[in-house]
């Protein structure tokens, strides 16, 4: 048995009506399917699978959690996911798409969903993904910064910067301020 044959949907077999098909997703799961977003996570999908004339609807809920690296600090960092998704397949000649619907062979049968499921998660992934302010790894955005021109958050910076002032030279920054003016 290969390692997504869980995942395999047959259409074919499909009685009248629909069926429904839960999943839950893990590390093992996210981690055979390699994909280069993220590789952990744990996800519950509930497929519905419903037949209108030849094209098969098949709806997917996706609730959980996936960890990604920050983008700050790279550190592990845990978002939600809640997404909703649908694909459209029917069966014909070749493994093809026509338009938004995918033809899979008549004689498969039916379709594989394994990378569907984790494409669809990877698409509801917000495109910023860093820790809330204050909480990335100091000690890794500090290396980081020494070998970076700008590329990291202004709120993260000030927090950084405001515990580095040495209180001696918070005075000094006063008479300068006093200065200028
Ligand atoms: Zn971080």
Known sequence: MGRFDNYNV?????????????????????????????????????????????VYDISFT??????????????????????????????????????????????DGGINIAWYLYEFIALALPMKRVHAPGKCNHEMTGKLKKHSYGSFDEDEEAVVGEREIDPRWEGLKNIQIEEDI
């Not at 077999?13 to 893990?26: I, R, T, V």
């Not at 590789?39 to 030849?54: H, I, L």
């Not at 600090?73 to 070749?94: H, Q, S, W």
């Open 10 to 54: 047959d259409l074919k077999g499909l009685k009248a009506g629909s069926l429904n098909l839960n999943f839950d997703l893990d590390n093992a799961f996210f981690a055979n399917i390699d994909g280069e977003e993220f590789q952990k996570g744990a996800v519950k999908a509930v497929v519905t699978v419903s037949k209108n004339r030849d």
């Open 62 to 107: 996706l609730n959980g959690t996936v960890v990604v690296p920050c983008d700050r600090c790279l550190d592990d960092l845990e978002i939600e996911v809640a997404a909703e998704n649908a694909l459209k397949v029917r069966l014909g000649e070749n493994y093809t798409e026509d338009g938004d619907i995918v033809v899979v062979p008549e004689q």
